[in-house]
């Protein structure tokens, strides 16, 4: 059974940095592309960042690109997303997702999803 654990939300102040994680098990992590998406009550969800299986290729959001970075630990089957110099609209749950394969792709179905951990952003 696939089973991804997000943790490390919380509330920061603007401009702040938060680091968060998400435990995988119950599949073979390192053969699967991954991806951080983010939900907010007015503007559902929101797909932010992804990266390939080695960790080779990633790609973010516009709204995030130069401020979060995506990365993971096969050895320790764990996806992380640093997050710095964040903005009152980064308030969302942030949840880590499991493709189907390899393939890196802008998408915010996701049929394996943790769930969640709410980041807050306010001074």
């Known amino acids: 059974e696939v089973q991804l654990v997000e943790s490390g939300g919380g509330w920061v102040q603007p401009g702040g940095s938060l680091r968060l994680s998400c435990a995988a098990s119950?599949?073979?992590?390192?053969?699967?592309?991954m991806s951080w998406v983010r939900q907010t009550p007015g503007k559902g969800l929101e797909w932010v960042s992804a990266i390939s299986p080695s960790g080779g290729y990633t790609d973010s959001a516009d709204s995030v690109k130069g401020r979060f970075t995506i990365s993971r630990d096969n050895a320790n089957n764990f996806l992380y997303l640093q997050m710095n110099s964040l903005k009152p609209e980064d308030t969302a749950v942030y949840f880590c997702?499991?493709?189907?394969?390899?393939?890196?792709?802008?998408?915010?179905?996701?049929?394996?999803r943790g769930q969640g951990t709410q980041v807050t952003v306010s001074s």
């Open positions: 119950g599949f073979t992590f390192s053969s699967y592309a």
């Open positions: 997702g499991k493709y189907t394969g390899r393939d890196v792709y802008r998408t915010t179905s996701f049929r394996s």
